[in-house]
């Protein structure tokens, strides 16, 4: 009887792995042919660079290697699924607060941005805000383009952020206390000048 249950268990578990995987997105960021040297002459391969998301705040990289282009974006994406982290939205459309990140010589720096702003960032840096599911922000690389770096940098600058809740439960006190009302009307978090100007 309990081998039963624990059969019932391990369906549900799959079945919930299953539904889970059906709503993440897959984008093929960079695919790149390497050759090695062998005593024949050269051997080429692929090397691939996959993005997955579940478009509701978590993402996630990969990077495979084959012989064949399909089984190294099966080993990327894998790999991505793998290594996928969690990032706080604001409103389920943009970031809490802006971002800089680096990797190598890659640089980013993204920036929550107002409803109807749309993604405005290229490249490798677009295919992560898009399979993350954010819909404003405002991002720009400056350094290195290699996409390897330019991923890893934004996943930096991801890695990042931190939502009001988190920041409230760090320092012990209320969400309320963190954002704050001034008695004028907006928020602490925007400087007084602004206020005034």
């Given at each position: 009887m309990?081998?039963?249950d624990e059969q019932r268990g391990g369906d549900r578990r799959n079945r919930n792995e299953e539904e889970r995987d059906s709503e993440i997105v897959e984008k093929l960021v960079h695919i790149n042919r390497v050759a090695a040297t062998v005593k024949g002459g050269r051997r080429f391969s692929f090397a691939a660079l996959m993005v997955v998301g579940d478009q509701?705040?978590?993402?996630?990289?990969?990077?495979?290697?084959?012989?064949?282009?399909?089984?190294?974006i099966r080993k990327a994406t894998e790999e991505?699924?793998?290594?996928?982290?969690?990032?706080?939205?604001?409103?389920s459309r943009t970031l809490h607060h802006d971002g800089n990140g680096r990797w190598g010589a890659g640089k980013v720096m993204v920036r929550a941005?107002?409803?109807g702003t749309g993604v405005i960032a290229g490249g490798p840096m677009r295919a992560v805000l898009e399979t993350l599911g954010v819909q404003d922000v405002v991002g720009k690389s400056v350094g290195s383009s290699n996409p390897y770096n330019m991923v890893r940098a934004t996943f930096e600058a991801l890695k990042a952020q931190s939502s009001p809740r988190?920041?409230?439960a760090k320092r012990g006190k209320k969400v309320s206390d963190v954002?704050?009302?001034?008695?004028?009307g907006a928020s602490a978090a925007q400087p007084?000048?602004?206020?005034?100007?």
């Open positions: 309990a081998r039963r509701k705040g978590r993402v996630g990289f990969g990077h495979g290697k084959a012989r064949e282009v399909p089984e190294a991505a699924k793998k290594s996928m982290i969690r990032v706080p939205l604001r409103e941005a107002p409803p988190q920041v409230a954002i704050g009302r001034r008695a004028d007084a000048a602004d206020a005034e100007g």
